[in-house]
């Protein structure tokens, strides 16, 4: 047997598992996944930021929100020129049936939008860019 530490959906758990060889018929298993103890976790220096924050953090004018998952534009719910809110709604992206409001990460005003309805993107395309 052969123990491994396994995390699942972010919950970790130990299991036992028994190599075979040819010529062996396995034995009857139990389930004996067994949650690990959790260990502290390190505090991180600095917060982790979701994709979309980090593209926006790391655009030279503040504010390039991008597609955080492949889809389908449904609606634009901004125009260029428009002020906007932390949190403001900007855009619906439709992915594997499911609506996603894809919301502005800073006040500002919208500089550019670089998709437009019906149109599909993927995962990392530049959606809006917001200037401060």
């Not at 598992?17 to 389930?31: D, F, R």
């Not at 500002?108 to 993107?121: L, R």
Request: net charge negative.
């Amino acid at each position: 047997m052969k123990k491994f530490r396994v995390i699942v959906n972010g919950s970790e758990y130990t299991v036992e598992i028994e190599e075979l060889t040819e010529g062996h018929s396995p034995a009857p298993v139990q389930n004996t996944a067994t949650p690990a103890p959790k260990p502290a976790a390190p505090k991180p220096a600095t917060p982790k930021a979701t994709q979309p924050q980090a593209a926006a953090d790391s655009a030279p004018t503040g504010g390039a929100l991008v597609a955080p998952i492949p889809g389908t534009v449904l609606n634009i719910m901004v125009s260029v020129g428009d002020k906007v809110t932390k949190g403001q709604p900007l855009l619906v992206l439709e992915a594997m049936k499911m609506e996603n409001e894809i919301m502005a990460t800073t006040d500002g005003t919208v500089k550019e939008i670089n998709v437009t309805k019906d149109a599909s993107v993927n995962a990392g395309d530049t959606l809006i860019v917001l200037s401060s």
